[in-house]
């Protein structure tokens, strides 16, 4: 079941362990034949509620690396990923969840693989930091039955059959806001492009699918390419210095956590505002439904950050070998326009404005596609 939300950003710590310890009581001494039936009836109901807990694959231990958590996005798919192991652990299907990050660092983030692999874990859940620096470590873990699951920033190069990975559609979402952007400028202007992380595979393909759109509008021009890091502060930074170059901007294509400080760039600047397009994030979304110029208008599109929760699903079912999962799945984007405006007019700053689903959904919509 799909239903939009504004999604509260939580603080997830830097590492965190939620185990659940189960506790057996014994007694001696003679029994009456009406406690020993009664001590036999409750054997049998333990031994039942056992075995369906088992059946559901009872004391999961999953782990879960980060490759960055120093933005509102991630910060909000690890939230959503503790929530759904919250649900789990009181349920009894996972005994133990982990959350660390690696801080665009690849060896660490290998060493968090391999750590995760010496300390028995069952399942690891990677937001990877490379297409291609992970992939011994991915062969590793599967190589010792423990599978991978891919979410957010892959795909990965990985042959291992223990990989499963769960994508956006980045060009073609990328490609959404661009083609946005493009037609509401007329088709002929000058842009500006926000990316990402360099060197981070989320950010080349995202930068692929404005490209390929671009191909369709020759006379638009990008006269700055700017790395922000998915943040505000260094959009902002960057872009202050930028913008007393450029004597005319039309639009700003940007892939998340950027949008409203591309905004106050502007405006600090004293510019004209050009189409921006939107990221989903409490601080724009509220910008554009109360503060921005009459009639502005945009498309607002992101990555959804409950894929977080999707990946612990995913690896709980592969763990329960119950179901036929694809090694290859495609988690939906989200997009918000001008006539959803005022579901988001009181959101938080830091909150995003995105689809959730529910366990069912998953099952149903990722393992089919």
Known sequence: MKKLTKAVSLVVGASMVFSLAGCTSSGSGSASATDSAAAST???????????????????????????????YRQQMEAYAQQAADELIATGEISEFVIVEANNDASK?????????????????IDPISATALTGAIQEASDA????III???????????????????????????????????????????????????????????????????????????????????????????????DEVDGVITQG????????????AGMDLPVIGGDNRGYFLKWWANEAPEGYDTLSVSSNPWDGATGVYVACDVLSGQ???????????????????????????????????????????????
């Open 257 to 268: 956590g950027d949008s409203y400080a591309a905004v106050q760039a502007f405006e600090a």
């Open 109 to 125: 983030q290998i060493q968090q693989i391999e750590n995760f692999i010496l300390e028995g874990m069952d399942a690891i859940i």
């Open 152 to 246: 957010n920033d892959g795909p990965v190069e990985s042959d291992a059959e223990l990989c499963y990975q769960l994508n956006f559609d980045t060009i073609d979402q990328m490609g959404t806001l661009t083609k946005y952007v493009c037609d509401a400028i007329g088709g002929e202007g000058k842009i500006i492009e926000l990316r990402g992380t360099a060197g981070s595979e989320f950010d080349n393909i995202a930068h692929e699918g404005v490209m390929q759109t671009l191909e369709d509008y020759p006379n638009i021009e990008v006269v700055a390419e700017v790395y922000t890091d998915w943040t505000g502060s260094k959009a902002q930074s960057e872009l202050a210095s930028i913008l007393p170059t450029l």
């Open 323 to 369: 179901y036929d999962i694809p090694n290859e799945m495609t988690h939906p984007f989200a997009v918000v326009t001008k006539d959803q405006l005022d579901q988001f007019k009181d959101m938080g700053d830091e909150e995003i404005g995105t689809p959730t689903y529910d366990r069912e959904w998953v099952r149903e919509t990722l393992y089919n596609n």
């Open 145 to 148: 039955g423990i599978p991978c």
């Open 42 to 72: 409750e054997s049998t109901a333990s031994a039942e509620s056992a075995a369906q807990t088992e059946g559901t694959g009872a004391g999961y231990k999953i782990g879960l690396t980060n490759s960055f958590n120093g933005n509102t």
